[in-house]
């Protein structure tokens, strides 16, 4: 099975060596001040630091293009009513459509809030094994149950895709035409997803019984299971908690500037 997020996992950069749970740390606190950036003049910032984060990590374009695209549809959908409705400083006007100052700020300042935040989170999940991850984050205390069924759902939510389209492949080659919008079509993909729903149930199923046959949820040596990312492949500590270090203060640093001009507001 091919990993969607993790395919270029194997690649040698600065944040491809960086400790799991370092980054995990460094990267999410980033995410988090960039969340909470608000004011237009720390834009420029916020997607710089961005665009360097992605240029050290050497992750290809077109996987950042590929991932973002769907996400980038249903984000377009939800603002392009702004400029139209949203503030009262009119900047252009053609009859009864009027585009706003205010709706245009908040319109860029949504997207770039939202590249950033993508973008980092393809550069936490993207620079190392899935598993690598998700192991990282047992380390620093998440509930084994938690992380269990992340990698999981991660695992079976590809299997779960496959069977869809052969299902979709069947129903083509029965004659079945998904471009038209009728009833029939509607009971169609009412009894598909009714089909994927009791399929993906019964592997759920089957799945835990094998785990459980396998020995899970018997009590283990964690140390013995989870095994660390950082001496075994030569990362030196002081490199990574300098990264940490760095990703701190340029998140303080954002929500400072950002508390700042709130303040002369």
Known sequence: MKFALDEYANLNSPIHQWDVRYKLIGLITLMFAFATVNSWYLIPLMLLVTVMLYGISKLPLSFLASRLRYPGFF??????????????????????????????????????????????????????????????????????????????????????????????KATKLRGFERSKISWRNLSVYAALTGSLLVRSYQQAERVYQAMLLRGYGNVFNNENYLVSSTSRNGIQFGSDLIYLFLSVIISVSLIVAELFFLARV
């Open 75 to 168: 984000l377009f959908g939800v603002i392009i009513l702004l400029p139209f409705l949203s503030g009262q400083t009119i900047i252009w006007q053609l009859g009864f459509l009027t585009i706003r100052q205010e709706g245009c700020l908040a319109v860029i300042l949504i997207v770039s809030r939202f590249f950033a935040i993508m973008t980092t989170g393809l550069i936490l999940f993207g620079t190392s094994s899935f598993l690598t991850t998700v192991k990282g984050m047992r380390r620093l205390g998440i509930s084994p149950i938690i992380t269990d069924m992340l990698l999981l759902s991660y695992r079976y939510i590809f299997e779960l895709s496959h069977k869809l389209n052969m299902m979709l």
